[in-house]
């Protein structure tokens, strides 16, 4: 008589895996996590994102509250004598300047004043080429 055929293998189990698994973690918080503010604090917030900032002068140029800021800077720097109008040296180079825009809030969230800055572009100068030496007075 013969034997009966013998029943395959069992299927070889996979390799381990070459390196650790692990869980990737939501990059986002949960809704409990949200709704631990109050009210008064979420509209706060909801206010601060709700204003914005312009991003260049023909933004801030619009709008009448933004031209007023602009104005009060540039007054407080000519009160303070901040620079003198001079003849351009030859061989030297004009450091420009930008506006920088921001909004400035009291501690319930409504708006204290629109604040603009004019800041010259420092970076922009070459050490030997526009200037030879730093000071700070400390």
């Not at 709008?63 to 007054?75: F, G, I, N």
């Not at 825009?101 to 204290?112: A, F």
């Not at 922009?124 to 730093?134: A, I, L, R, V």
Request: charged fraction near 20%; proline fraction near 14%.
């Amino acid at each position: 008589p013969t034997a009966p055929p013998l029943p395959p293998p069992p299927p070889t189990p996979p390799p381990p895996p070459r390196y650790p698994s692990c869980d990737r973690k939501s990059t986002q918080l949960p809704d409990f996590l949200y709704s631990i503010y109050s009210d008064s604090f979420a509209s706060f917030l909801t206010s601060i994102h709700s204003l914005s900032e312009p991003s260049s002068y023909k933004e801030a140029i619009l709008d009448p509250l933004w031209q007023k800021a602009m104005a009060e800077e540039l007054a407080a720097l000519h009160k303070t004598n901040t620079w003198d109008i001079v003849p351009l040296p030859p061989g030297k180079r004009v450091i420009g300047s930008r506006w920088v825009y921001k909004i400035k809030t009291k501690s319930d969230g409504s708006v204290e004043r629109y604040k603009a800055r004019l800041v010259a572009k420092g970076f922009s100068q070459q050490y030997g080429m526009d200037y030879e030496e730093t000071f700070a007075h400390v």
